[in-house]
């Protein structure tokens, strides 16, 4: 092997002895709380690993929950802050309250009206009701009304 180096096609950078190695990442509760955050926010993993310091395939072994539940946590603090404002009394209340019923509740200004449910009939009533329908949409119908 060529002195202090790497062998060519050993995936070592040249400088670095045999044994030598990397020095190996060591996660931090900061760095740990960096990545959720990043993660939360959207910032593709490749980046998030620049900014560490480490590969990504290093950040996917140490980072792992990290990586998964950023979203969730960030989503989660949103809509807290979401339901405060539109539970409350500020000026963004009622617009908050109408997003909120619109995404969440399903509302839309664009649905149909609701169509009153009958009330349920009583027996004599369903009795005349039948009576009355009898024979409609048959060739005997004119012999029953």
């Avoid at 590969?55 to 339901?83: I, P, S």
Wanted: overall charge positive; hydrophobic content about 35%.
């Amino acid at each position: 092997m060529p002195r202090g180096g790497a062998r060519p096609g050993s995936g070592r950078k040249p400088g670095i002895k045999e044994g030598d190695g990397y020095k190996r990442h060591e996660p931090t509760e900061g760095g740990r709380k960096s990545v959720e955050a990043m993660a939360g926010f959207g910032i593709p993993e490749e980046d998030i690993a620049r900014v560490i310091g480490i590969g990504a395939k290093t950040l996917r072994a140490y980072y792992g929950d990290e990586l998964a539940l950023g979203h969730v946590k960030a989503n989660t603090r949103v809509a807290q802050n979401l339901f405060t404002i539109a539970t409350g009394t500020g000026s963004g209340a009622v617009t908050a309250a109408i997003f909120w019923l619109k995404v969440r509740a399903g509302w839309s200004e664009y649905a149909p009206a609701p169509v009153p449910r009958p009330e349920a009939l009583g027996k004599k009533d369903q009795a005349q009701v039948a009576s009355e329908e009898a024979g409609r949409g048959n060739e005997w119908g004119h012999l029953v009304h």
